[in-house]
DNA sequence: TTGCGGACTTAGGAACTTCGTA
DNA sequence: TACGAAGTTCCTAAGTCCGCAA
């Protein structure tokens, strides 16, 4: 393909086709190389064979039968397959039936205006009909329960007949035990949906007369709408964000939208604005905030249980669940995490009339007065109760319940059962991709090598990104630029070092001795390319997902890192939990096993602020603690001698009081170097996200209830309301 | 067939609440 | 009772993945 068809697709101002073009190029010289590589690779490959038969002989023993399950295509190799795509004709693009093998670069890119676009659905089923079915089953299991009474509602204490009723009422809406129900049809999330709409956010209250902004040291008044954006960034004053120019830009670029034609022409540099008083004035009032009376403080949350109990739930297929985020986004600046090239910008204040409410019909909220809605839909098919678009990027946000509810629950038992499924056909799928980083295609070889990333490192799939958005990626999207590799690194062979941006724009770092076979095709895929190349060019998330579907059904990268992370709770668990240790032990064992996940998963948090503090005044307390236990000692020493030499009954008494205290001291020291290991080890990672999203809760129930240690010491309330179903169902003996 | 947008899960930090200790 | 630390909840950004329209 000659430079100048490709110009003609190629504006000069897009990077990304820009990057392509410079790749396209490279490609074609590169891939004319990997057919001679290919070759050379043959050798190579069987070279290896023989070591790793030499190896491991026992290992492979059971391949053959396995071989049948995930049979890799037999594809002919055609010339073409291996031929870089740059050297196919471009201008067919989509038509082309080799597209699959080309440098995926050339697809990405720059996202485009979104037209503003509505679904007409009308899925929902007649209410009346849901509505009885829902109750008439309803009724069932209320009937079963009322046989069943449950032990916690017997209330000697006299509890008045409306708060019984109340009462049990609540430990009904906790105890629906849907797991025990029947699913509804595939694709139907409910049956009957009613609930009260979003809360907004409150209305913009100007400040007062004597909170001045200035402008280049000079007192302006600035319009309500000026002021309104004006003090998002006055309060942010003290954050990192206003040391990024990136933030200011943008802030400043969006900031003058809302200014009046006057504020504009003077308003010019931001530079020259002071927000230092409306700063103080935001201080002092949440200062204020902070101390008022209990009175007060009484008042403002009887108000705000006030509002949950009216929007914070929802009735739906005829029980009460609670909503997770019933509150509309409040209008602010956007903070986006890392580099994010559009933060600083104005999150716009959401409106009813942006906002799409979904519920049963005839059921809908009305929207506040004076307002409407942008639309009352009533689709069935979806979970979401409002949704409204975001000004920022354009996505759609969701009003959805919370994760104790039924609709949560069961999806992610359903995501845990399919990572044991996986755990049963992993070690073929295993064999499958290393048998493919033999393979003759590049692109096979490239999702080889992807995969075992995502399965030996837990790594994400790597979506591609936008432009507009922080440069992230994951397995599918790494760049040359983010590993390198070592023949030898510390005395380990083939070591991959990853250096790049995750999720979150979190850094993971990782040493990794690798397979030889994959260090040499890692060679062979950085050969020839910039820093900024793709490493696998030929692979993106949804070749590598159609793959996996492929081998299991509903198996995706991200079932890989569930996988791993409760495969390696259990492992952690049976291997660190000594059956004889003391409650207090078996939970730092179980904190370490969750421990070992969050570093597998890679969740990092910021060193608390108060942390060298805080292990400062736990080491007084260790040292204060062994000088007690050492006083103790003391003192017990001589009771005990003065009632060995004859003494009266009391210094016996004495004496052993003080032996209690002693031991007393000793496991209450126990306690505090315990929980000083604990802390030290946690520093810099965060336990809550694996456990909240990665572990199957019926290995940790199973755990405790094998160990005899109280779920409570595990769990917390939020967490046992969404693992009920878990706790529920899972005995002493479930494994994962 | 594929690019795009919608739906949903996963994520870390901020804000708020509770707990323990002096 | 006050204060600081720890624990919990809230918030919303940033991922994954799928289905549908072009």
């Given amino acids: 393909m000659g430079s100048a068809e490709v110009d003609k697709h190629t504006p000069p101002s897009d990077k990304h086709k820009e990057k392509s073009k410079e790749k396209e190029k490279k490609h074609d010289k590169e891939d004319r190389k990997h057919g001679r590589e290919d070759r050379k690779q043959s050798k190579e490959d069987k070279k290896m064979d023989k070591e790793e038969k030499k190896k491991g002989k026992e290992k492979v023993k059971d391949k053959d039968d396995k071989a049948s399950f995930f049979e890799v295509k037999n594809e002919p190799l055609s010339e073409d397959d291996e031929m870089p795509l740059a050297s196919r004709s471009y201008s067919q693009t989509s038509q082309d039936s080799e597209d699959d093998d080309q440098p995926l670069a050339f697809r990405k890119k720059v996202k485009a205006e979104k037209p503003v676009k509505r679904k007409a659905e009308d899925m929902a ?6 509505y009885a079915a829902s109750k008439k089953k309803n009724k069932k299991v209320k009937e ?60 913009y209250e100007p400040l007062p007369g004597n909170v001045k902004f200035k402008y280049n040291g000079k007192e302006m008044k600035l319009s309500a709408a000026a002021e309104e954006v004006g003090s998002f960034y006055a309060a942010m004053l003290d954050h990192d964000y206003v040391t990024k120019d990136v933030f200011n830009k943008n ?88 580099d994010h090239p559009k933060m600083g910008m104005v999150k ?130 790494l760049r040359v630029e983010h590993i390198s590799l070592h023949e030898q690194k510390n005395g380990k062979q083939c070591v991959v070092v990853f250096d790049f941006l995750g999720k979150d724009s ?21 050969e020839n390319k910039k820093p900024g190349d793709d490493l696998f060019d030929r692979l993106n998330t949804t070749i590598m997902n159609k793959h996996l579907n492929d081998l299991m059904e509903g198996l995706t990268a991200k079932v890989f890192r569930t996988f791993n992370a409760s495969n390696t709770l259990q492992e952690q668990l049976d291997s660190l939990t000594d059956p004889k240790s003391s409650v207090t032990e078996k939970i730092l064992a179980y904190n370490r096993a969750n421990r070992a996940v969050a570093i597998l998963c890679n969740h990092q948090r910021a060193v608390p602020k108060t942390f060298a503090k805080s292990m400062e005044n736990l080491q007084k307390k260790i040292d204060s603690k062994r000088e007690a236990i050492e006083e103790a000692e003391e003192s017990y020493k001589d009771l005990k001698k003065e009632a060995k030499k004859g003494g009266s009954a009391a210094a016996k008494i004495a004496a052993g009081k003080k032996e209690k205290q002693v031991e007393k001291l000793k496991e209450q020291l126990m306690k505090l170097e315990v929980q000083a290991t604990d802390r030290e080890e946690n520093k810099e990672i965060a336990l809550g996200t694996s456990k909240l999203n990665y572990l199957d809760p019926r290995i940790s129930v199973a755990w405790c209830k094998k160990n005899n240690v109280p779920i409570e010491k595990i769990y917390n309330k939020t967490q046992r309301d969404k693992f009920q179903w878990a706790i529920d169902m899972a005995g002493p003996e479930f494994e994962f």
């Fill in 125 to 130: 089923i007649d209410d009346e009909e849901d």
């Fill in 144 to 203: 079963e329960k009322k046989e069943k009474p449950d032990k916690k509602q017997a209330t000697p204490n006299g509890a008045s007949p409306t708060k019984r009723v109340k009462k049990e009422k609540k430990e009904e809406e906790e105890t629906w035990k849907w797991w025990e129900e029947e699913k509804h049809e595939d694709g139907v999330k409910w049956k009957s949906l009613e609930h009260k709409g979003p809360v907004f956010a409150t209305d």
């Fill in 251 to 338: 802030f400043f670029k969006d900031w003058r939208k809302f200014m009046t034609h006057s504020e504009k022409e003077i308003i010019t540099d931001l530079k020259k604005c002071d927000f230092t008083h409306m700063l103080t004035y935001f201080k002092a009032k949440s200062e204020e905030k902070k101390n008022r009376t209990k009175e007060e403080k009484q008042q403002l949350k009887v108000e705000n249980e006030e509002i949950v109990k009216e929007y914070g739930w929802c009735i739906i297929d005829g029980h009460k669940q609670r909503i997770g985020n019933f509150k509309i986004e409040p209008p602010g600046l956007f903070r986006g995490r890392g």
């Fill in 348 to 477: 716009r204040r959401v409106m009813p009339e942006d906002v799409i409410i979904n519920c049963s019909k005839g059921t809908a909220a009305k929207p506040p007065a004076g307002h409407k809605w942008k639309e009352v839909r009533h689709d069935n098919t979806v979970t979401w109760l409002a949704s409204w678009t975001e000004n920022v990027q354009g996505q759609v946000k969701y009003i959805m319940l919370n994760s104790a509810s039924r609709l949560k629950g069961e999806k992610d038992w359903q995501k845990y059962e399919i990572a044991r499924q996986l755990k049963d056909s992993v070690e073929k799928i295993r064999e499958t991709y290393k048998e493919d980083w033999k393979s003759k295609e590049m692109k096979i070889r490239q999702r080889s090598v992807a995969l075992y990333f995502i399965d030996k490192l837990a790594l994400r799939a790597g979506n591609e990104k936008d432009e507009d958005q922080a440069d992230t990626v994951g397995a599918c999207s």
């Fill in 506 to 526: 979190i850094r993971y770092y990782n040493e990794v001795p690798v397979e030889k076979r994959v260090f040499k095709n890692l060679q062979i895929f950085m």
